[in-house]
């Protein structure tokens, strides 16, 4: 009688000339450091840390032929397999991409705002919205934002369930770009680019609302690119233009909170609109404010 058939392993991809079955104490010369499987299983695309230890927990992941065990140290040259249970399982988590509203907060609820994700609902799906999914009630478990977006901010906001789309968007190598379109004022020149409380004003303290192109200095344009210090720590250069008389944009590839406003603070300038209209390729395009859909199947971040 034959055995059942196991179902099928994807491997992780290998570093050339490795051996498919080196031990985890036989790595090549200068390739020796292990880290943990879960990391390295994160390096290679496959999923998540958390999703990592969760496939290890269900004997999803073998390392060389074994099955893995929680914690395991590998090193590069290490042979990782996923089983298709763990494929399948990723195949149904889905990617969001929401137009949130001023005065809902990102992540969870705090102080009397309800958080943003409330908003995903099959009644404020974009009825444009030609992805293939049909929502479910399912789709919200472990529904996360990749990223924040302030109370007082309007825009793109991603929520997803993907352990990879997040850590491509908020991991700690991630230099994904942001955009954003900011309406400013202007209430006048700092004496010094670190102290925005000490400003010189235009005209008796009445901030400049229109053409406030024609009387920020260049200088501190110059500064918002790249100059600026927030928390004790240089901020990584900027592009900023400006998009209208009153309004500038921004593309970071960071996201300190509140950044945006901050660094505007330190230059004499006011924020009084802040919208999100793109995360590296992924556009806000004409999603309706408190809209939302799905991450379509071509799209790529």
Known sequence: MSSPEKPAMRRAPRPEGASPQRSLSSAAPGMGATIRLNK????????????ADAWVENGWVKVNGHVAEMGQQVSPTDRIEVDQQAQNQQATQVTILLHKPIGYVSGQAEDGHDPAV??????????????????NGGQLRGLAPAGRLDIDSTGLLVLTQDGRVARQLIGEDSSMEKEYLVRVVYLGTPAAANAPTELQPIHANDPVSTNVQAVFPPAMLAKLRHGLSLDGQALKPAKVDWENPEQLRFVLTEGKKRQIRRMCELVGLKVVGLKRVRIGRVVLGQLPQGQWRYLAPHERF
Not at 40 to 51: I, P, T, W, Y
Not at 120 to 134: L, T
């Open 118 to 135: 409330v908003l995903v609902q099959a009644q404020n799906r974009w009825r444009e919205d030609r992805a293939p999914q049909r929502f």
């Open 40 to 51: 390295r299983m994160a390096e290679l695309g496959l999923c998540s840390r958390r999703e």
